[in-house]
Structures are given as C-alpha cells and as structure tokens.
Nanobody, 117 residues
C-alpha cells in the first residue's frame, strides 16, 4: 500500500526553480502536519519545511526566503516551491506526516533534486 508519493524533482541550474509535490494517503494527510525532508549524499536526512493542518509554516534556516511549503487539503497534497536553488540544495527530497508526537507513514521513494553550478 503506497502511502506517500513524491514527484517534481529534476536537474536545474543554480538560481532556477522547481516545484515538488507529495500525494499522501488520507490516513497520513488528514489533520497532521506535513513535513519535507532532504538527504544529500553522505549526510543525514534533515527537516526542510513543515506546514500544519491550519497552514502554519516553518523552515530550516538555509531555505528561508527561497522555499515555500503549502498544502491542498482537498487533494491530500503538500507542495514545496523551491526558488533561487543552490548546488547545496542537491538531495533526495521526501515528505512525511507528523502527528505532534511521531512521524506517520513510511518513507517513500523520494524525488531527486540536482542543482548544477
């Protein structure tokens, strides 16, 4: 049973933009905070951005003013609009649900973002 499906990654030049999408099953999406994570080669997975069910957003410092997270509750979809991309943004991007105590669902396949200099 597929619970989280990320898409929208690709190869882009520095300074470019991409929009990632994550479709979640209702059990994961409904009423939960949705998070975007990324994992670069040789590095630990890190939390990039979060959006609560009510629309409150938070961002990791390095992506503030460049990334925007949003959600469409009717479509069970969370988005990550990325602009002014840098080579350091190169990573596999994943989404997960968070119920305030634990992550919900399982890691999906992620979507690869590669930013060339």
């Amino acid at each position: 049973q597929v619970q989280l499906v990320e898409s929208g990654g690709g190869l882009v030049q520095a300074g470019g933009s991409l929009r990632l999408s994550c479709v979640a099953s209702t059990s994961i999406f409904s009423s939960n905070t949705m998070n975007w994570y990324r994992q670069a080669p040789g590095k630990q997975r890190e939390l990039v951005a979060s959006v609560t069910n009510g629309g409150t957003t938070t961002y990791e410092d390095s992506v503030k003013d460049r990334f925007t997270i949003s959600r469409d509750n009717a479509k069970n979809t969370v988005y990550l609009q990325m602009s002014k991309l840098k080579p350091d943004d190169t990573a596999i991007y994943y989404c997960r649900g968070y119920n305030g105590r634990i992550l919900v669902g399982s890691w999906g396949q992620g979507t690869q973002v590669t930013v060339s200099s």
